[in-house]
């Protein structure tokens, strides 16, 4: 450590860029002469994603930050809005790869008229979705794979609350790709296809203090460009489902 630590400080800000943000936190706690190389804005912009300022520019309230590094875990610990508030937008801590949430606006949802739109103190949106009752659901989301992370594994999640605890039992997911098909002349054509289809998918905590459940997975390869579908219904179960609070459906790396 010694005779790296005796580098030029550009030169190790250099190769700390090439690590993981993990690593280069770490080089930053090791020691004095690492610490100012460690956090210096090369190393972080190369862990900050591809295409971050021109999301960031969308941001629903002017993000402040000294440096690179902050901005780093400023977007990893707490999600902005964007798009008029109706996503959200982090990364992932580990990877600094692009997370997004469409909120319950945007939602496809089915009968609307049996939901109220209403603030909740949990919630990054403005608004959620309450279910007021009815005995079945499909609720359904997407966003382009263009502004995911290239040749990234995703998540889709429906985050949730529950005021009964029959309220979801289980559920059926869907998670298609529908994508450009780039060696037809004719750019209005489009592939289709499913990703997976399961049923029975169970619900689990988060550390906000919301549930989720996984919705499919998917491959997003470089050249991808289309838009990825999730849906989640349930239709059979006996229960009144009254109570269910839709946050929105989160694509997150894996």
């Known amino acids: 450590m010694e005779w790296f630590a005796r580098l030029p400080e550009d030169c190790i800000s250099e190769i700390l860029s090439y690590t993981s943000a993990a690593d280069a936190s ?123 992370s290239k040749n990234t594994m995703y998540a889709a999640y429906l985050v949730f609350l529950l005021e009964s605890k029959e309220g979801l039992r289980s559920s059926n997911t869907v998670l298609r790709l529908t994508l450009n098909d780039k060696s037809k002349t004719n750019s209005s054509i489009k592939k289709e296809r499913i990703e997976s289809r399961e049923t029975g998918k169970i619900a689990k905590m988060r550390g906000d203090g919301w549930l989720e459940i996984e919705m499919g997975r998917f491959y997003n390869s470089s050249d991808d460009e289309g838009e990825v579908e999730a849906w989640l219904t349930e239709i059979n179960s006996p229960y009144d489902k009254s109570g269910l609070i839709v946050h929105g459906i989160e694509f997150r790396p894996l």
């Open 26 to 148: 770490r080089s930053s706690a090791a020691s004095k002469e690492l610490r100012s190389a460690a956090e210096n804005d090369v190393v972080w912009e190369r862990h900050l994603p591809l295409g971050y300022q021109e999301i960031i520019s969308k941001a629903a309230s002017p993000l402040k930050y000294a440096t690179k590094k902050d901005l780093y875990f400023s977007l990893s610990d707490s999600p902005i809005l964007i798009d008029q508030g109706k996503m959200s937008f982090s990364i992932d801590k580990r990877s600094g790869r692009k997370c997004f949430m469409v909120g319950a606006r945007e939602l496809l949802i089915s009968w609307k008229g049996c939901w109220d739109f209403i603030p909740n103190p949990l919630s990054r949106f403005s608004e959620v979705a309450k279910l007021r009752s009815m005995g079945w659901i499909h609720i359904q989301g997407k966003i382009k794979t263009e502004i995911l």
